[in-house]
């Protein structure tokens, strides 16, 4: 049973800092694991999730979306089992539910690849 839970949400305001983390935990290793941050804003079906950023097994290569670019930093400690989601400079357009998820199909922003998701973590960014 592989498990992923998020945290580090929360309210902020526009031009905020906030980190999310996420552990993994499971037979698997978690370096075996792609890891990747979506959000779900209101009216959006699962399947719409948008692919904020992703890492590969190693932490070598990432992708972010193009509205995050600049602005977010994904990064990863496999010795601590957990990727984390830095996000500066947040935007009203980032609020959304953010969620953590891992893949054993490699390196991808396809959130049909994702085996494993967390419950999710709300943020809010006011203006």
């Known amino acids: 049973q592989v498990q992923v839970e998020e945290s580090g949400g929360g309210l902020v305001q526009a031009g905020d800092s906030v980190m999310l983390s996420c552990v993994v935990s499971g037979r698997r290793t978690f370096d075996k694991y792609a890891m990747g941050w979506f959000r779900q804003v209101p009216g959006k079906e699962r399947e719409e999730r948008e692919c904020?950023?992703?890492?590969?097994?190693?932490?070598?290569?990432?992708y972010y979306t193009d509205s995050v670019k600049g602005r977010f930093t994904i990064s990863r400690d496999n010795a601590k089992n957990t990727v984390y989601l830095q996000m500066n400079n947040l935007k009203p357009e980032d609020t959304a539910v953010y969620y953590c998820a891992a893949s054993n199909s490699g390196f991808t922003v396809a959130g049909g690849l994702y085996n494993y998701w967390g419950q999710g973590t709300q943020v809010t960014v006011s203006s």
């Open positions: 904020v950023a992703t890492i590969n097994y190693s932490g070598d290569t990432t």
